[in-house]
């Protein structure tokens, strides 16, 4: 697809540039790693469902489990959070269609955004793992996927031109086509064999791709 006038792009990171591994739906690994901390299954899940509250990402996952009564000491911690980072350096899964779409956006011009709900020093940390740099500030993360949506409003307030968002769960687009912003956007599902939310059934007509590289988009024609 080839779509022309861009004012910006705004692109999903979890699912979209990155992925972790998961079983059935489900980050195993979490749990594995909780276990060799003492924390049952049952209770790291619960911390896992907090922490993915506000934000996803070690800090906020070692905030639950010491609520929890887990993790009493900052030497448990510092090892747990060291563990964690070790454990998703060593499986992060990086597209390279991701790597080299962003790159090629970015030589051409395009504001390129990564719009991602988590732990803002856990989504860093995923990019700079995929070696992605977006200029300082294009980094917005949000708590909940529901708020991605006020950044879309903001980018298409500062970005004259068509806004561009991906992201791989359908859900997310559904909700910003819902809030009609008033810009011109264009809302592109990308599907990942495997991926986690491939399934999910969109209730608005969202433009799919399977590689950001099949997206292709240019400034021609964007107001100045
Ligand atoms: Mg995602």
């Known amino acids: 697809m080839k779509i022309?006038?861009?004012?910006?792009?705004?692109?999903?990171?979890?699912?979209t540039i990155v992925a972790l591994p998961q079983e059935n739906g489900e980050y195993t690994w979490i749990y594995d790693l909780c276990a060799q901390y003492g924390v049952p299954c049952e209770d790291a899940r619960e911390a896992y469902d907090r922490a993915k509250g506000c934000g996803f990402g070690s800090r906020t996952m070692i905030l639950e489990l010491a609520r929890m009564e887990y993790l009493r000491s900052g030497h448990q911690q510092l090892?747990?959070?060291?563990?964690?980072?070790?454990?998703?350096?060593?499986?992060?899964?990086?597209?390279?269609?991701?790597?080299?779409?962003?790159?090629?956006?970015?030589?051409?011009?395009?504001?390129?955004?990564?719009v991602t709900t988590g732990d803002r020093q856990f989504q860093q940390f995923k990019l700079e793992l995929a070696g992605i740099s977006v200029p300082s500030g294009h980094v917005l993360t949000v708590?909940?996927?529901?708020?991605?949506?006020?950044?879309?409003?903001?980018?298409?307030?500062?970005?004259?031109?068509?806004?561009?968002v991906v992201d791989d769960k359908a859900s997310v687009l559904d909700l910003i086509r819902d809030a009609n912003i008033p810009a011109s956007l264009e809302t592109i599902q990308?599907?990942?064999?495997?991926?986690?939310?491939?399934?999910?059934?969109?209730?608005?007509?969202?433009?799919?791709?399977?590689?950001?590289?099949?997206?292709?988009?240019?400034?021609?024609?964007?107001?100045?």
Do not use: C
């Open 190 to 224: 990308i599907v990942r064999h495997d991926g986690k939310y491939a399934s999910q059934e969109a209730r608005h007509d969202h433009l799919v791709v399977t590689a950001l590289t099949d997206i292709q988009i240019s400034t021609k024609g964007a107001a100045a």
């Open 4 to 15: 022309d006038n861009i004012g910006a792009i705004a692109v999903d990171l979890d699912g």
């Open 79 to 114: 090892m747990f959070r060291q563990a964690f980072h070790a454990w998703v350096r060593d499986a992060l899964i990086v597209f390279d269609d991701a790597r080299e779409a962003i790159a090629q956006w970015m030589r051409e011009g395009i504001p390129v955004y990564v």
């Open 143 to 164: 708590l909940r996927d529901e708020y991605k949506t006020d950044e879309v409003e903001e980018l298409a307030s500062r970005h004259p031109g068509t806004i561009v």
